[in-house]
């Protein structure tokens, strides 16, 4: 009885990928923190660096907060889907996801009615989260509920007694509020 042996050579290559995050805003592009899923596996947040065989994969990107997926970009170029399906090579080593910011900057300010100063410290309540005047923080476009402090509260900049009250936010937006802090004679 003859034996034939039958060798095969296998080479598993492996890619040391670097994945990152990038937000573009008003023509700046920023590196941000971002949870990466690669075949649905969650594999950490950007910036990171995975082993993988080279091969197609399914890569995910779950945006940040006032975040939208925009692309991914490898080997020269743009994969336009999330979840995309990626041939990794280790030709290329980087990945990156571009992601656009969505926000605009809500900012609110409490000004004191007797001496006209900015007051600091005053409890602010804007989407029922607290928060301490000044106050600036990143929103969605859209409806925003603000309230001021009951017990300092005098009226809006436009006069509106309204507290809390509503506004359309659709662009950055500086709110003040006068309060009643003043303790003088």
């Given at each position: 009885?003859?034996?034939?042996?039958i060798?095969?050579?296998?080479?598993?290559?492996?890619?040391?990928?670097g994945i990152?995050?990038?937000?573009?805003e008003n023509g700046?592009?920023?590196e941000?923190?971002?949870?990466?899923?690669v075949?649905?596996?969650?594999r950490g947040?950007?910036?990171l660096t995975?082993?993988?065989?080279?091969?197609k994969y399914?890569?995910?990107?779950?945006p940040p907060?006032?975040?939208?997926?925009?692309?991914?970009?490898?080997?020269?170029k743009?994969?336009?889907t999330n979840?995309?399906?990626?041939t990794?090579s280790?030709v290329?080593t980087t990945?990156?996801?571009?992601?656009?910011?969505?926000?605009?900057?809500?900012?609110v300010?409490t000004?004191d009615?007797v001496t006209?100063q900015q007051?600091?410290?005053?409890?602010?309540?804007i989407?029922?989260?607290?928060y301490r005047?000044?106050?600036e923080i990143?929103?969605?476009?859209?409806?925003?509920?603000?309230k001021?402090?009951?017990?300092y509260?005098?009226?809006?900049?436009?006069?509106s007694?309204?507290?809390?009250?509503?506004f359309n936010?659709?662009?950055?937006?500086t709110?003040?509020?006068?309060?009643?802090?003043y303790?003088?004679?």
């Amino acid at each position: 009885m003859r034996s034939n042996v039958i060798s095969i050579n296998v080479t598993i290559t492996m890619v040391e990928l670097g994945i990152k995050a990038y937000v573009r805003e008003n023509g700046r592009i920023y590196e941000t923190s971002a949870p990466i899923y690669v075949n649905d596996v969650y594999r950490g947040n950007t910036p990171l660096t995975i082993s993988l065989t080279s091969g197609k994969y399914k890569f995910y990107v779950s945006p940040p907060s006032l975040t939208v997926f925009d692309y991914w970009y490898y080997g020269g170029k743009p994969y336009y889907t999330n979840p995309a399906e990626i041939t990794v090579s280790p030709v290329y080593t980087t990945l990156s996801a571009y992601l656009k910011y969505t926000g605009v900057n809500l900012r609110v300010e409490t000004w004191d009615d007797v001496t006209l100063q900015q007051v600091s410290g005053v409890k602010v309540w804007i989407d029922n989260v607290e928060y301490r005047s000044p106050v600036e923080i990143g929103v969605i476009a859209g409806s925003h509920t603000v309230k001021i402090d009951p017990a300092y509260f005098v009226a809006w900049e436009d006069n509106s007694t309204a507290n809390p009250r509503t506004f359309n936010i659709t662009s950055s937006t500086t709110l003040r509020a006068w309060v009643r802090v003043y303790t003088g004679p």
